[in-house]
């Protein structure tokens, strides 16, 4: 088993602190930022930042859904960090100013892969299509912090 890595990187033309702070409402932003790729989306507590528990499914393909279970904490200032209860799947949103007015969003998804021939394909492919997953996720916020 090999770690597999995914990133994705947004300016967005909005403060840090309204990025992150539109990041962290699981309970009202969140669900307007999700792709189809999301289903079955709900937050079990909390609902703001650290501490809520998040529940999704995310179709990565046709065949292959996770069923994630998300308990969210805040490391430090500029990051959420949203840790999958059943498996080793870990997202890290960090949102750093990036000029007057703008931010950068880096969003990483990591987790233990397959082994094998298996694991090839999954180190391989799965990055590029969390890529694209998460590119429309930033476009949605990017939409939805530009209006504030």
Not at 12 to 40: C, K, S
Not at 80 to 98: G, I, M, Q, Y
Request: zero cysteines; charged letters at 25%; hydrophobic letters at 40%.
């Amino acid at each position: 088993m090999a770690t597999v890595t995914a990133t994705t990187t947004r300016r967005v033309e909005a403060p840090a602190e309204r990025v992150l702070a539109a990041l962290a409402d699981y309970r009202d932003v969140r669900p307007r930022l999700l792709p189809e790729q999301f289903t079955g989306y709900g937050v079990l507590e909390g609902g703001t930042g650290a501490g809520t528990v998040a529940r999704w499914e995310l179709h990565a393909t046709k065949k292959r859904v996770r069923s994630v279970v998300a308990d969210v904490s805040a490391p430090d200032a500029v990051s959420l960090v949203e840790r999958d209860r059943n498996s080793t799947l870990t997202t890290t949103w960090r949102v750093v100013p990036a000029g007057a007015g703008a931010s950068e969003v880096v969003v990483t998804t990591t987790w233990q892969g397959a082994g094998g021939v298996g694991g090839f394909f999954e180190r391989t492919f799965a990055p590029r299509g969390l890529d694209r997953i998460y590119a429309r996720v930033l476009e949605g916020l990017a939409r939805e912090v530009a209006g504030r």
